[in-house]
């Protein structure tokens, strides 16, 4: 795998970057013009915030919003990106911003027409979902995102997406869709096509934590509950699957108690190439992960990955 560098993955996947007054410092990645409004580009519909109680997590509420790009037609069902953390991904004033991403790169033909799903963490404790939030997290969203179990890909496979696709069609390709996530968004996103991937074959994964935040020490009534710091060992030891994932980090991301996210982040890439290059070596007939990664500057932030998302998007859904 090469190593991408700033300097040159800005050639291969993004356009238009916006120039500073200043040479950048370091974590400074200012938007490009994919990730800025731009005049005469239609806009997709955002709907939403929209309230939903889970079955199977029972006892949370959550909001979820849709984006509907411009001149959708059931008819030809659009490709589906579903991102953890909506609050995050849809404010306008964040990095991400990706309804206006989206605007930019469907209009410019630069990708197909695609469905959104932004998807808050439950919460617990109350019968609505706490509108002083803001961009916060709600109080749910370490069991949901840093476990490892099949739970939170259910209940996005089995209820939310049914209950979306009411309404709007898209796409049952797995090659179609994409999920994705930062932080604990992002190994949310890697476990939904772990456990999944007849549902979703591409991952993007920004300042993913694949650390021991999951974890938790077997009791005398319990067993030991995993964290994301298993995967690499796991992805050494199963069966490929059939995804394409996009990883970033930092080199100044977080290093604490439950690990450090940089080298968690390049062991995910290590284990990914070593588990390609051993089926090859054997032969093996079966699928390859197909991996793209891109290390920063920067600490635990959403900025870095905002100037990548409109290349990755691109690299992903590219017509």
Known sequence: MKFWTACSLALVLTTGAAMAAEPRKPGEYPPTIDSIPQPGVAKGKLIGPLEFKSKIIEGTVRRYWIYVPAGYDAKDPPNLLVFQDGQRATNPQGPLNIPVVLDNLIARGDIPKTIGIFITPGNTGTEHYPDNLGTGNPNHRAP???????????MLIDEIMPEVAKKYAFSSDPK????????????????????????????????????????????????????????????????IRPIRIFLQDGTADLNNMFGNWHLANEQMVSALQWANANADEKKDAGP??????????????????GWLLPGILRWMFGK
């Open 144 to 154: 949901e995102y840093d476990a490892l179990s099949d739970a939170y890909g259910r």
């Open 176 to 239: 179609k869709r994409a999920i994705g996530g930062t932080s604990s968004g992002a190994i949310c996103a890697w476990t939904v096509a772990w456990n999944r991937p007849d549902a979703f074959g591409n991952v993007i994964s920004m300042i993913g934590s694949y650390t021991s935040i999951g974890y938790h020490p077997a009791t005398t009534t319990a067993p030991a509950i995993y964290g994301g710091d298993t995967y690499p060992g796991l992805i050494r030891r199963e069966h």
């Open 288 to 305: 390859r992960y197909d991996v793209r990664f891109e290390w920063g500057d920067g600490a635990h932030s959403d900025v870095h990955g």
